[in-house]
T-cell receptor
Framework: GAGVSQSPSNKVTEKGKDVELRCDPI?????LYWYRQSLGQGLEFLIYFQGNSAPDKSGLPSDRFSAERTGGSVSTLTIQRTQQEDSAVYLC??????????FGQGTRLTVV | RKEVEQDPGPFNVPEGATVAFNCTYSNSASQSFFWYRQDCRKEPKLLMS???SGNEDGRFTAQLNRASQYISLLIRDSKLSDSATYLCVVDYTGTASKLTFGTGTRLQVTL
């Protein structure tokens, strides 16, 4: 596709439910990042994939969060047993190695 | 020390003013540097790359100081439309493979 695509654009879920957020990176981009951003706050790094290397999971806030990247392309961020503090915009970005990163428009997650 | 550190602001400046932001980074081996802009409720977008020799794009000038490990962004003749959050991005690992984003500096340009 022309850019990074994220789905859904908005997700409202009940506390305790699991959610899956999807990211389609730009074709050929080897690096993929997940960030989250709470209202009025900066980007919070979650996880980074680079090619076939083991992902950098150092930003995942708890074991309720996990992410996969299948075939070096599409990535899914899963949040289990969602809590209200998980409410945020989840942003995905992709890049070639040392080049600029392109962001998707994000998924706005609201946990009620 | 944080990997990438920025003053969160906000910087409130009148239209026409010149404003500068600095960003410090901790890994001296870092090779790639960028400034991104994020408008309210939008995703970040590349504003400009930062080259060793410094570079300019219209009213925007970016500079790199390797010795002191910081990059800067200078905005001249500020416009209302420049109001946004400016994110500093550094290739933290030094292997040109992982970009690390600062938390951003908020700029508000007023009449």
């Amino acid at each position: 596709g022309a850019g990074v695509s994220q789905s859904p654009s908005n997700k409202v879920t009940e506390k305790g439910k699991d959610v899956e957020l999807r990211c389609d990176p730009i074709s050929g981009h080897t690096a993929l990042y997940w960030y989250r951003q709470s209202l009025g706050q900066g980007l919070e790094f979650l996880i980074y994939f680079q090619g076939n290397s083991a992902p950098d999971k150092s930003g995942l806030p708890s074991d309720r969060f996990s992410a996969e990247r299948t075939g070096g392309s599409v990535s899914t961020l899963t949040i289990q047993r969602t809590q209200q503090e998980d409410s945020a915009v989840y942003l995905c970005a992709s890049s070639l190695r040392e080049e600029e990163a392109f962001f998707g428009q994000g998924t706005r997650l609201t946990v009620v | 020390r944080k990997e990438v550190e920025q003053d969160p602001g906000p910087f409130n400046v009148p239209e026409g003013a010149t404003v500068a932001f600095n960003c410090t980074y901790s890994n001296s081996a870092s090779q790639s540097f960028f400034w991104y802009r994020q408008d309210c409720r939008k995703e970040p977008k590349l504003l400009m790359s930062v080259y060793s020799s410094g570079n300019e794009d219209g009213r925007f000038t970016a500079q790199l100081n390797r010795a002191s490990q910081y990059i800067s962004l200078l905005i001249r003749d500020s416009k209302l439309s420049d109001s946004a959050t400016y994110l500093c991005v550094v290739d933290y690992t030094g292997t040109a493979s992982k970009l690390t984003f600062g938390t951003g500096t908020r700029l508000q340009v007023t009449l």
